[in-house]
């Protein structure tokens, strides 16, 4: 399984905006539906969030790493908080997409100029070395 930075982000943002106050809950939809739980209870889980095996991983990262804590921890629940750590981990994912902006509009300037200025040039001076070597610029 992968762990990206991006599922990180989205997983804090997710937790830090439906958070209630006593962890967001995740419930395996899954596990709830193909067992014989009772349909009130299978239609009451299917409305929170997912805990599949992909975020199952992401979270048990992040939970290792400070970012999270578990809370009421079941095998087909959990209900998952941010911690001081996670709040200043999101806030510092945040305040780093304008300097990631910035850097990707720098990239695709530099690229821009090496393709149209540069490339060009070089093309140029090794069209006339070859005829200089071919003998065949007079």
């Not at 804090?12 to 739980?37: R, S, V």
């Not at 911690?83 to 304008?98: C, F, M, N, S, V």
Request: charged share 20%; net charge negative.
């Amino acid at each position: 399984m992968k762990h990206t930075r991006q599922i990180e982000e989205d997983l804090l943002a997710l937790i830090e905006c439906d958070d209630t106050g006593d962890g967001l809950p995740f419930y395996d939809h899954h596990l709830i539906t193909t067992n014989a739980y009772p349909t009130t209870y299978q239609s009451s889980c299917l409305n929170y969030e997912d805990w599949n095996n992909q975020r199952r991983y992401s979270l048990g990262i992040m939970r290792d790493s400070g970012l999270i804590s578990f809370s009421g921890e079941t095998f087909e629940s959990v209900h998952v908080s941010l911690t001081i750590i996670g709040h200043a981990k999101l806030e510092e994912y945040r305040q780093d997409k304008p300097l990631r902006n910035g850097l990707r509009w720098l990239g695709r300037q530099t690229d821009k100029l090496l393709s149209s200025l540069v490339l060009p040039i070089i093309a140029a001076v090794l069209t006339v070395l070859a005829l200089n070597f071919l003998g065949l610029n007079k």
